[in-house]
């Protein structure tokens, strides 16, 4: 399960391109006390490589990013499996092109983890400022880096990739895309391992589990 603890305590850093286990690592997160009574966990979004479940693609950055309000319901984790999430049974499954007929007509109630680029989900503000869930969930995460630290790796880009996004020289606001997901003007509130975790900065409250190594454009 989760670790709510310190910062100090945290998951292990292993170096590795692969980004299952720190998104399970991170939507484990959402079970810590601070976090989970705000998290609507009927609005999650999955961003695949091929197919996206519980949105669709937008021609415009409309409250900040290219996808649609997000509308699939994370119910929570296999007990015999690290690879996959359980999901409310679902037919919003999409292709990733902008149409009014880009749902494929399938059901799916499991989401493997091994295919998921990135994740995106609402929280509510009815009784905490988004401020306040940025804090509590920023807390949670892994230390980030107090300067610029520079290491080449041979293949994999995770590190450079969040080194660029996140260090002392950088306005924290940022715009990149990652597989599918475009983001407008982002706050990067630090990772999870090899998970960027990002806020939305412009109207909605929506929260982005991002694997770092899908990342392809920035601007920061």
């Given at each position: 399960?989760?670790?709510c603890?310190?910062?100090?305590?945290k998951?292990?850093?292993k170096?590795t391109?692969?980004?299952?286990?720190?998104?399970?690592?991170?939507l484990?997160?959402?079970?810590?006390?601070?976090?989970?009574?705000?998290?609507?966990?009927?609005?999650?979004?999955?961003?695949?490589?091929h197919?996206l479940?519980?949105?669709?693609l937008?021609?415009?950055?409309?409250?900040?990013?290219?996808?649609?309000?997000?509308?699939?319901?994370?119910?929570?984790?296999?007990?015999?499996?690290?690879?996959?999430?359980?999901?409310t049974?679902?037919?919003?499954i999409?292709y990733p092109?902008?149409?009014?007929?880009?749902?494929?007509?399938?059901t799916?109630?499991?989401?493997?983890?091994?295919?998921?680029?990135?994740?995106?989900?609402?929280?509510?503000t009815?009784?905490i400022?988004?401020?306040?869930?940025e804090?509590?969930?920023?807390?949670?995460?892994?230390?980030?880096?107090?300067?610029?630290?520079?290491?080449?790796?041979?293949?994999?880009c995770?590190?450079?990739?969040f080194?660029s996004?996140y260090?002392?020289?950088s306005?924290?606001?940022?715009?990149?895309?990652a597989?599918?997901?475009?983001?407008?003007?982002?706050?990067?509130?630090?990772?999870?391992?090899?998970?960027?975790v990002?806020?939305?900065n412009v109207s909605?409250?929506?929260?982005?589990?991002?694997?770092?190594?899908?990342?392809?454009?920035?601007?920061?």
């Open positions: 399960m989760a670790n603890e310190s910062k100090d305590d998951h292990d850093k170096e391109c692969c980004c299952k286990d720190s998104m399970k690592k991170a484990e997160l959402l079970t810590c006390s601070t976090i989970n009574p705000y998290v609507n966990f009927n609005n999650f979004a999955f961003i695949g490589k197919y479940v519980g949105t669709q937008t021609a415009t950055l409309l409250d900040g990013d290219n996808i649609v309000s997000p509308a699939a319901t994370f119910s929570g984790f296999e007990s015999c499996s690290c690879s996959s999430v359980r999901l049974p679902t037919t919003d999409n092109v902008i149409t009014d007929t880009a749902t494929l007509g399938l799916a109630n499991h989401a493997s983890l091994c295919d998921v680029e990135s994740i995106a989900f609402t929280y509510s009815a009784t400022t988004q401020a306040e869930f804090a509590n969930l920023t807390a949670l995460l892994d230390d980030s880096h107090d300067k610029c630290f520079i290491k080449c790796e041979e293949c994999c995770n590190e450079g990739v080194n996004i260090n002392s020289f306005s924290n606001i940022n715009s990149l895309t597989g599918w997901l475009a983001i407008q003007s982002a706050k990067v509130l630090g990772r999870v391992g090899n998970v960027l990002l806020s939305n909605s409250h929506t929260i982005y589990f991002v694997c770092l190594d899908s990342v392809e454009f920035l601007n920061y």
